[in-house]
């Protein structure tokens, strides 16, 4: 499940994104939460017991103090890079996921020597013993985890059309929220509610959409620098029978 603006600002109580300060998602089976990113505000994350794999877009929440990560799906120790930039974090709780491995000790001296100004982890105080151990016993993390690619191996291609879902998942949201606002005064006036179908998009609807075919093809031609001959051909092939298709539309009927 993705974690959307909609499901964040419920969650949250808040009115926009930029003033969400904590979110609490326990248990909802996230597995997406790119929209981390548009939380420059946030304080405080509890994502515990969900499916997450992936702290990449927590590297944006520069004012997290407290992130809860308790049973998830966090593959690797190098996911702490992620984490390594974040200047006011103070207490983290990261047991019970595939990250710790078998080696407890070696996993807290781990994160210790990439996250020293932790307080707390896995709700247990940090000593300065520790720390200095962590020195010692610790594996730095000095590179971010190889890039999620898609499913023809390609990590340009899996980041833009991520960025293209989520653009798309924002309007959505942002017109749900102005039909349930607009409904309720109908409905306060003794008027029915408008179908979604009636509902006026946003005035943005047309440069959103410009926008995604923009990075659509953008990630098109990113593909295409990278395929061999028999790639290419393959390419060519289905849009060619794509143009066809749609030139069959095109046609006016015959009379």
């Not at 609490?24 to 794999?53: M, Q």
């Not at 006011?88 to 994160?111: F, I, Q, S």
């Not at 593909?223 to 029978?241: C, F, P, W």
Request: glycine share 2%; proline share 6%; hydrophobic share 35%.
């Amino acid at each position: 499940m993705k974690l959307t603006r909609k499901m964040v600002l419920s969650r949250a109580k808040a009115s926009e994104l930029e003033s969400v300060r904590k979110l609490n998602c326990w248990g909802s089976r996230l597995t997406d939460i790119s929209i981390c990113r548009s939380l420059p505000s946030i304080e405080v994350i509890t994502f515990s017991a969900n499916s997450i794999s992936s702290l990449e877009p927590m590297s944006h929440c520069l004012n997290l103090s407290e992130l809860y990560l308790r049973k998830n799906s966090v593959p690797s120790l190098d996911q702490l890079f992620y984490l390594k930039d974040l200047p006011r974090l103070k207490v983290l709780w990261l047991a019970e996921n595939p990250c710790c491995g078998p080696d407890p000790r070696h996993y807290r001296m781990t994160v210790l020597r990439n996250l020293p100004s932790l307080q707390k982890l896995d709700n247990q105080t940090v000593t300065e013993e520790e720390l200095s151990q962590a020195l010692i016993e610790g594996k730095e993390i000095t590179a971010a985890p190889a890039r999620q690619t898609s499913e023809n191996g390609h990590p340009e291609l899996s980041c833009e059309l991520n960025t293209i879902e989520s653009s798309t998942d924002m309007e959505s949201d942002l017109l749900d929220d102005s039909m349930e606002e607009t409904n309720k005064i109908r409905e306060q006036l003794g008027m029915k509610p408008l179908p979604r179908d009636r509902f006026p998009s946003s005035p943005s609807a047309s440069i959103s959409s410009q926008k995604k075919r923009n990075n659509i093809l953008n990630a098109v031609l990113l593909l295409l620098k990278e395929l061999d001959t028999k790639g290419l051909e393959v390419v060519q092939q289905t849009a060619s029978r794509r143009l066809q298709a749609l030139r069959k539309l095109e046609l006016p009927e015959e009379r």
